[in-house]
Structures are given as structure tokens and as C-alpha cells.
């Protein structure tokens, strides 16, 4: 149930949540992410996102740049939560579950809401906007509510 | 929900974050139970029971809110 103080042989990174947990998280996360990285930058050599003598220095910053969320990325989908330094072992019957819940309940209300409420302005006013922006403002409102709802949660204990 | 937590883990001298790891769950949780502002899970409930040797009962008052005064 508990792990006693100093007894502790969990990781700051974890280990894998497959093979009996045997492989640390990152062993698997660095190099998947490395090769997803350079499938990005062949991609954008194919795709011909530069021309001539710079294309595969774009590729390869494209490449890089994308490489350490792309490790983030697999690291996240690999790792084991519970092998984490300092994890606890319920943490959905923890107190920050329920905030989480709550804020993500709000947020999706919120998002709903101000889509709604944009739409209608758009409508009556004729505005045109494009979609990229639109769908990134659905996203950066879903987040943005979601965490000042989990502090507001958090504040109030 | 009244309880007596912060009382029964005082008498056993045992920190928050002792009783946490005892439980599994976050010192945050703990604290917000104790002050009434958290109501455990019923699994999370039994464990509780099971730590101090007692029944739910006796660990929690159904009839007010916040946290035992006494």
C-alpha cells in the first residue's frame, strides 16, 4: 500500500508500462522519438516544403525542433505512472482527480459557450475567419479554462 | 462530512503526508477530508477505516458539514 521512506526505487523517468516494466521509459521514448523526428523531416523533404539548397537544412531544423516533443510525445504514451518517484498509488481517489474532473466539466461548457457565442458574432457580422485560427482558439480556450478552473479548485482546497 | 481524522491521526502522532502514503493518495487529499471539504471515495473510506482499526462510522457524521471540531 505505502513505500517507506528511503525504500523508494522508483525513477524520476519511469519505466516502460509493457515488457514487465523492465525497460526504463526513456530507453524506448529517445530513440522512437529520434526516428519519428527524422520521418518529419523526410516528410517535409518529400513534400518539398523548401526548394534547392534548402531543403534539407529546413529539413533537418524541422527535424530537430520536432524531436523533443515528439520524445515527450512517446514518453508519455510508454511510461508507466505508477514507477514515477513520488507517484502516488490512487490517484484517482485523490483530491486533484476531482478537480481535474470539474475544471475539464467547466471548461468543455465554457468552450461551448464562447464557440457559440463567436459563431453567432460572425454570422451577424459577415467576419471571415480562417479555420486554423478558429480551431486554435477552440483549443487554446479548452486549455486555458481548464487550468484556471483547476487552480481556482485548488485554491479554494 | 464531519470526521474526526485530524483528531484519531493526532493521537497516533502521525503527519499528513504518513497518512497519505499509508492511504495512497495525495497530502492535498488528506488535508481537504480532514477539513470536511472532501468526501472519500467508498474504497478510499474502507482503507481509511482499516488504518485507524475502527468502522466508517466512528470515522465519519453523515448529519453536518466540515470537519470535527471536538
Known amino acids: ?157 | 462530512m464531519k470526521n474526526s481524522l485530524n483528531e484519531r491521526r493526532q493521537e497516533r502522532g502521525w503527519s499528513q503526508q504518513h497518512l497519505a502514503d499509508a492511504l495512497g493518495v495525495s497530502r492535498q487529499t488528506v488535508i481537504s477530508i480532514e477539513r470536511g471539504r472532501f468526501d472519500p471515495s467508498l474504497p478510499l473510506a474502507f482503507r481509511l477505516a482499516e488504518v485507524f482499526g475502527c468502522r466508517i462510522d466512528e470515522l465519519f457524521d453523515p448529519r453536518g458539514d466540515g470537519a470535527q471540531s471536538s
Not at chain 1, 35 to 44: E, H, K, Q, S
Not at chain 1, 57 to 73: D, E, R, T, Y
Not at chain 1, 101 to 120: E, K, P, S
Open chain 1, 1 to 157: 500500500m505505502s513505500v517507506e521512506p528511503g525504500t523508494d526505487s522508483r525513477t524520476r523517468w519511469g519505466r516502460t508500462r509493457f515488457a514487465g516494466g523492465r525497460l526504463p521509459a526513456l530507453a524506448v521514448a529517445v530513440p522512437a522519438g529520434l526516428l519519428l523526428a527524422i520521418g518529419v523531416g523526410a516528410i517535409t523533404l518529400w513534400t518539398g516544403v523548401a526548394h534547392g539548397e534548402h531543403a534539407v537544412p529546413v529539413a533537418g531544423v524541422f527535424a530537430l525542433v520536432m524531436s523533443w516533443g515528439l520524445m515527450g510525445l512517446v514518453w508519455a504514451l510508454v511510461v508507466d505512472r505508477s514507477s514515477l518517484r513520488g507517484a502516488i498509488d490512487k490517484p484517482d481517489e485523490s483530491i486533484e482527480s476531482t478537480w481535474l474532473d470539474a475544471a475539464m466539466a467547466g471548461a468543455f461548457r465554457d468552450t461551448i459557450m464562447l464557440t457559440g457565442l463567436v459563431l453567432a458574432i460572425i454570422s451577424i457580422t459577415g467576419f471571415e475567419l480562417d479555420v486554423l485560427w478558429a480551431l486554435s482558439g477552440v483549443l487554446v480556450v479548452g486549455f486555458f479554462s481548464t487550468f484556471v478552473r483547476y487552480l481556482m479548485a485548488k485554491k479554494r482546497g
